[in-house]
């Protein structure tokens, strides 16, 4: 904290420029060493040593280029998700149906993709993108409109809704776009040759799903630092009445947010499916978009700090298989460690400790 | 409290003229102000004793802390005579201090009998006895001049009805010292009458009145000895007969006060604005408007008075197209804008000042510069094809926060850090800046020190 004490010294410099990282970047990043000096003492307890299940967690994570390549594919629909949740929020609301968002992107996806044969590969490949852009975008929608219209709660909404997406998808695969072949898991039909996304980097996973999901990132950062639409948002999300009275239509402006917000989430259903896994499995991503919520969080909703957070916890999923392997640790430990994450995020960002947080700034004073 | 205990009982002894209630060096201070500062006061039994002050200056908190809403950090409190330990409200009860807030503590649902009884016990406690309650009450409401069956629900009477209510409970309660916080704050001016009667009639009761206000002429009007209050700090206690209007301002704020208002004579022209039978839907607690004709001329200020809740609300939403309206016309230089979008009806100069500025005035969490612009960033230059032109922004900001004396360290801070009057100015300088052709106000010098609400007008 010494840096703080030298900003106090001169208290007439403005400082409101340096005052975005603090918040945006330590906290995240103090809650990180908290939950893993949390998980240390935890693994010490189990009678293992953390310092060799870290160095195994990051040997599966970052260790080699499979292995990386590994993390940045997990990282595509985590970012996706995470960006939409941000940008909702930044609109005032939070979308906690980025679940079914991505679930109806999937479908939707697979809806075009398997069928249509004899399109250009291309203009397929794009069809199939925009059916789920459009898809997630609309599933969202819905929540928007009911809180807009009759102002109910669109954490519930959004929640219920995902059921809803994920039962259509189990039914759908079970029936209506059921595969001809084997048994086991139910299963759409595939993917048509040609239409899968294209490898970035032969031998790995990474596929055009990461241009798509940085491209977000950098336009959603470019929105909403430079133009109007982004002021407009943030307008809204921080006082929607005072927008009304200075003549922003706030309805339209939350409605349009969360339906980008539904359609990156859709998309990432999009990157799943057409980048590899190539047909819709029920279940297909049971928990990335509850756990974009996390990356949402820990990112602060900045769109390169999300960035930096989706890589982190998919770095966590990825190096949980070689912390079993390797460490001999249960796998269990990691989702220990993420959940920790969280909490520590959480409490991080609690009213109380951001004031304290202020305080050492020194930017409690009034004007 | 027992019931047959309390109701009003013959005064075994002259209190009139004893000292019932005195306070010495009452302290009570709040996280970066004290609100009392060693404040002494001794009221009278029998009196109507006047505690005047402008807003803050901590007349509230010494009644609050009096009644037992809030403890103070030194100081000593007696009645009659004896130390007081006053820690709940149930403890000033006891000892026959009732107190009647600004915002009324009654349940709507209830009735007024319901209400006056409310956390009572009776001789037959757990169960209510509402016969012998009843008759004890009905004298009381008779009394007083209650014009509402007592079994009417609190919520359909009038605001003076319910201050009403509220001074039958205290005294129902055994009140002898009854302390009004700002008790015509609410009321229209007929219903302010009337409780000057009633408070007469207390005083000829015997009852002692403290009467919180910062109005100078109902407290000349009402009281035998008025205290001035100002900054958490007893000025001066003078007895009514004594002193003049003038000279209770000049106490209240410190220095000399010019009180009357210069104002160049206006030449009204032609119609600007004019609301013809304008009737709007009610919605969300606001009162709406039925059926009004207005009409605002240019150059003119019209002032609009009427006690908060009856139609300014509405009035403004109509005006700016904030709700729809459900019948008659608005029209605005000859032709009826009522389907017009409220970005529109700004950008052809009609402007507002909200009545709240941080729920409708101000996004708080964004800088000054944000605020000065937020209903035009999107129009050129500030902002242009869609992007946002800060440099521009920023200097039109500057200029705003010199032309209007807005005080900040440079506009990219953000609002919230600004003081009260200086966030007002922010709202001022947005809708004044751009020259409308009109300006709505609601309670625009709210918050403003002496020194701006003269630049307002």
């Given at each position: 904290m010494a840096e703080d004490i030298s900003q106090n010294l001169a208290p007439l410099k403005p400082k409101a420029r340096f005052s975005l990282p603090i918040a945006n970047v330590a906290m995240p990043l103090l809650s990180i060493v908290v939950a893993a000096l949390a998980g240390a003492v935890i693994i010490l307890l189990m009678g293992y040593d953390p310092l060799k299940a870290y160095a195994a967690l990051a040997q599966g994570s970052f260790g080699n280029l499979m292995q990386t390549s590994e993390t940045v594919k997990t990282a595509v629909p985590l970012l996706l998700c995470g960006l939409g949740i941000a940008f909702a929020f930044q609109s005032g609301a939070f979308n906690i149906g980025a679940v079914g968002q991505m679930y109806m992107g999937g479908l939707a996806a697979i809806l075009v993709a398997g069928q249509f044969a004899g399109l250009p590969g291309w203009l397929h490949m794009l069809l199939a993108t925009l059916a789920a852009f459009v898809a997630g975008g609309l599933w969202a929608l819905l929540p928007a409109f009911l809180k807009v219209r009759y102002a109910s709660n669109e954490i519930i909404s959004t929640i219920l809704l995902n059921y809803v997406a994920i039962y259509l998808v189990d039914y759908m695969v079970a029936g209506p776009i059921k595969s001809g072949g084997y048994g086991g898991a139910p299963t759409s039909w595939p993917v048509l040759a040609g239409v899968m996304y294209p490898k970035l980097v032969p031998q790995t996973q990474l596929h055009l799903g990461l241009i798509f999901a940085l491209s977000a990132m950098v336009i959603l950062f470019f929105v909403m630092r430079y133009t109007t639409l982004g002021q407009r948002v943030r307008i809204v999300g921080q006082n929607r009445v005072a927008a009304t009275h200075a003549g922003i239509r706030a309805d339209r402006v939350f409605l349009l947010a969360f339906f980008l917000s539904g359609s990156l989430a859709g998309l990432a259903g999009a990157a799943e499916i057409l980048g590899y896994q190539a047909r819709l499995i029920s279940g297909f991503a049971p928990s990335t978009g509850y756990d974009a919520i996390a990356v949402a969080l820990l990112g602060g909703h900045a769109p390169f700090l999300v960035g930096l957070s989706a890589l982190f916890f998919a770095g966590l999923q990825t190096g949980a298989v070689a912390m079993e392997a390797i460490a001999k640790l249960p796998a269990q430990l990691v989702d220990l460690i993420r959940v920790l994450a969280i909490?520590?995020?959480?409490a991080a960002s609690s009213p109380r400790i951001v004031e304290f947080a202020r305080k050492l700034q020194g930017e409690d004073r009034k004007w | 409290m027992n019931a047959q205990t309390s109701t009003l009982r013959p005064t075994p002894h002259s209190e009139t003229g004893d000292v019932i209630l005195e306070l010495r060096n009452i302290v009570k201070r709040f996280p970066g102000i004290v609100a009392n500062d060693h404040v002494s006061l001794k009221i009278r039994a029998g009196e109507?004793?006047?505690?005047?002050?402008?807003?803050?200056?901590?007349?509230?908190?010494?009644?609050?802390?009096?009644?037992?809403?809030?403890?103070?950090?030194?100081?000593?409190?007696?009645?009659?005579n004896q130390p007081a330990h006053i820690r709940v409200p149930q403890d000033a009860m006891a000892l026959g201090i009732g107190m009647v807030h600004q915002h009324f503590m009654l349940v709507p649902n209830f009735t007024v009998i319901e209400n006056i009884i409310l956390g009572l016990r009776t001789d037959r406690y757990p169960l209510l006895d509402l016969g012998k309650s009843l008759e004890r009450i009905k004298t009381l409401a008779d009394d007083f001049g209650l014009n509402a069956p007592l079994s009417a629900k609190v919520g359909g009477l009038t605001v003076g009805q319910q201050q009403k209510v509220e001074i039958i409970k205290a005294l129902y309660r055994g009140a002898r010292i009854l302390i009004l916080d700002e008790p015509t704050a609410v009321l229209i001016p007929q219903e302010a009458e009337e409780l000057f009667k009633l408070i007469e009639h207390l005083r000829a009761d015997g009852v002692t009145l403290i009467f919180i206000s910062h109005k100078l002429k109902e407290v000349l009007r009402v009281s035998?000895?008025?205290?001035?209050?100002?900054?958490?700090?007893?000025?001066?206690?003078?007895?009514?007969?004594?002193?003049?209007?003038?000279?209770?301002?000049?106490?209240?704020?410190?220095?000399?006060?010019?009180?009357?208002?210069?104002?160049?004579?206006s030449t009204p022209g032609e119609n600007h604005l004019e609301l013809r039978r304008v009737t709007t839907r009610a919605d969300q607690g606001v009162r709406p408007l039925q059926e009004l004709d207005l009409a605002l001329r240019s150059g003119e200020i019209h002032g609009l008075a009427g006690v908060d809740g009856n139609g300014q609300q509405a009035l403004v939403q109509a005006i700016m197209g904030l709700c729809p309206v459900a019948g008659g016309q608005v029209i605005f230089h000859g032709r009826d804008i009522r389907a017009m979008e409220t970005a529109e009806r700004i950008s052809?100069?009609?402007?507002?000042?909200?009545?709240?500025?941080?729920?409708?005035?101000?996004?708080?969490?964004?800088?000054?510069?944000d605020n000065l612009l937020l209903e035009r960033f999107?129009?050129?230059?500030?902002?242009?094809?869609?992007?946002?032109?800060?440099?521009?922004?920023?200097?039109?900001?500057?200029?705003?926060?010199?032309?209007?004396?807005?005080?900040?360290?440079?506009?990219?801070?953000?609002?919230?850090?600004?003081?009260?009057?200086?966030q007002q100015?922010?709202?001022?300088?947005?809708?004044?800046?751009?020259d409308p052709t009109v300006l709505i106000a609601m309670q625009p010098t709210r918050g403003l020190d002496v020194g701006a609400a003269s630049f307002i007008q």
């Open positions: 909490l520590a995020v959480l | 109507v004793h006047a505690l005047l002050g402008e807003n803050g200056a901590g007349k509230s908190t010494l009644m609050k802390v009096v009644y037992g809403l809030y403890q103070k950090d030194e100081g000593e409190v007696l009645v009659r035998d000895r008025i205290t001035v209050m100002r900054r958490g700090q007893l000025i001066d206690t003078r007895d009514t007969t004594a002193t003049t209007i003038v000279e209770l301002a000049e106490l209240m704020v410190g220095k000399a006060v010019d009180l009357s208002v210069a104002k160049r004579p052809r100069g009609i402007e507002h000042i909200p009545e709240n500025r941080h729920t409708e005035g101000l996004v708080l969490g964004l800088s000054v510069t999107e129009h050129r230059p500030f902002g242009d094809r869609g992007l946002r032109q800060f440099k521009i922004m920023r200097a039109h900001a500057a200029t705003l926060m010199q032309k209007f004396d807005i005080r900040a360290p440079n506009p990219d801070i953000q609002t919230l850090k600004l003081s009260g009057g200086n100015k922010v709202i001022l300088a947005r809708s004044l800046w751009p």
